[in-house]
């Protein structure tokens, strides 16, 4: 029986298919440009995406194990709803879903709630799951490097209570160990969560600290106007996004993305080594 992947192509979804493949998992990927897809040998690809029912049928077809991950987009919650029920007719149990940490706090923010009425949606129909619950991504910043190194400035407003900020990869191989701990079991196992995250809880300051030291010159932290900030969203994103992505740096500012006692050290314990850090992150991009 074959391993599932969706959003295969994108940030995680590709590493996703890699560390599968490199643990000698059957996989398939489903993806809507087969021509963007640049999967190792042996990947099973099939066209479609999350609301074109057939091509999931199609998709489904000996597929024991799902990885579930779309896009924030407006009908985010519809796709993964059609995507669980068409999997729960091919008869598919075991699932890894990702969704976001405190996906039951950021109550008002809409992709967040989308993501906790998919995680409730897999326990009220009885999947067996792991809903992984990632942190803000650290890669995420790529694609503000250009204003830190050319301003002096990070512009992200991350506040004052700190963000756990965790690498896309570490994401990725969470969810193929978990994906083959689930695939591989005799019985279906019971429902859990897991958060995952970085190393470091960072606030802005901090952040702004990290660029100083690796870029050794003053970077400083642009402060915390999420006003100014969808603004500026607004020139590369739709409206409706880069208010949902206000409303989430407001959540920032009142209650951050902190860890529970534990999460590090069993993430820690789960991949055999230690998380990858922002500072090393910033340290690649500046020696680039």
């Given at each position: 029986m074959?391993i599932?992947?969706?959003?295969?192509?994108?940030?995680?979804?590709?590493?996703?298919?890699?560390?599968?493949?490199?643990?000698?998992?059957p996989?398939?990927a489903?993806v809507r440009?087969?021509?963007?897809?640049?999967f190792?040998?042996?990947v099973?690809?099939?066209q479609?995406d999350?609301?074109?029912?057939?091509?999931?049928?199609?998709?489904?077809?000996g597929?024991s194990?799902?990885f579930?991950?779309?896009?924030?987009?407006?009908?985010?919650?519809?796709?993964?709803?059609?995507?669980?029920?068409?999997?729960?007719?091919?008869?598919?149990?075991?699932?890894?879903?990702?969704s976001?940490?405190?996906?039951?706090?950021?109550?008002?923010?809409p992709?967040f709630?989308?993501k906790?009425?998919?995680?409730?949606?897999?326990?009220q129909?009885?999947?067996?799951a792991t809903?992984?619950?990632?942190?803000?991504?650290i890669?995420?910043?790529?694609?503000?490097?250009?204003?830190?190194?050319?301003?002096?400035?990070?512009?992200?407003p991350?506040?004052?209570?700190?963000?756990?900020?965790?690498d896309?990869?570490d994401?990725?191989?969470?969810?193929?160990?978990?994906?083959?701990?689930r695939h591989?079991a005799?019985?279906?196992?019971?429902?859990e969560?897991?958060?995952?995250?970085?190393?470091?809880?960072?606030?802005?300051?901090?952040?702004?600290?990290?660029?100083?030291?690796?870029?050794?010159?003053?970077?400083?932290?642009g402060?915390?106007?999420?006003?100014?900030?969808?603004?500026?969203?607004r020139q590369?994103?739709?409206?409706?996004?880069?208010?949902?992505?206000?409303?989430?740096?407001?959540?920032?500012?009142?209650?951050?993305m902190?860890?529970?006692?534990?999460?590090?050290?069993?993430?820690?314990?789960?991949l055999?080594?230690?998380l990858?850090?922002?500072?090393?992150?910033?340290a690649?991009i500046?020696?680039?």
């Amino acid at each position: 029986m074959t391993i599932l992947v969706t959003g295969a192509t994108g940030n995680i979804g590709h590493h996703v298919v890699n560390q599968l493949v490199q643990r000698g998992a059957p996989v398939r990927a489903l993806v809507r440009n087969p021509a963007k897809a640049d999967f190792p040998a042996g990947v099973d690809v099939v066209q479609g995406d999350l609301l074109d029912v057939d091509a999931l049928r199609r998709a489904f077809d000996g597929v024991s194990t799902l990885f579930l991950l779309n896009a924030v987009v407006p009908d985010e919650f519809t796709q993964a709803l059609v995507t669980l029920n068409v999997a729960r007719e091919a008869g598919v149990q075991r699932v890894v879903y990702l969704s976001v940490i405190h996906s039951d706090l950021y109550v008002n923010v809409p992709h967040f709630a989308g993501k906790f009425g998919v995680e409730r949606m897999i326990e009220q129909m009885g999947f067996a799951a792991t809903i992984l619950r990632p942190a803000y991504f650290i890669d995420n910043d790529v694609t503000i490097k250009d204003v830190v190194l050319g301003y002096g400035v990070y512009p992200m407003p991350v506040g004052a209570r700190g963000l756990a900020m965790v690498d896309a990869r570490d994401i990725a191989e969470v969810a193929a160990i978990e994906l083959i701990r689930r695939h591989d079991a005799a019985q279906p196992l019971p429902l859990e969560r897991i958060n995952v995250v970085g190393p470091d809880t960072l606030t802005g300051t901090d952040i702004a600290a990290i660029w100083s030291d690796v870029l050794q010159r003053p970077i400083a932290y642009g402060g915390d106007d999420t006003a100014a900030f969808e603004q500026n969203l607004r020139q590369f994103i739709p409206a409706w996004m880069a208010y949902d992505m206000r409303l989430m740096s407001e959540r920032f500012a009142t209650d951050g993305m902190v860890p529970e006692a534990g999460d590090v050290a069993r993430l820690t314990a789960l991949l055999g080594r230690p998380l990858r850090s922002y500072r090393a992150f910033a340290a690649a991009i500046a020696a680039a």
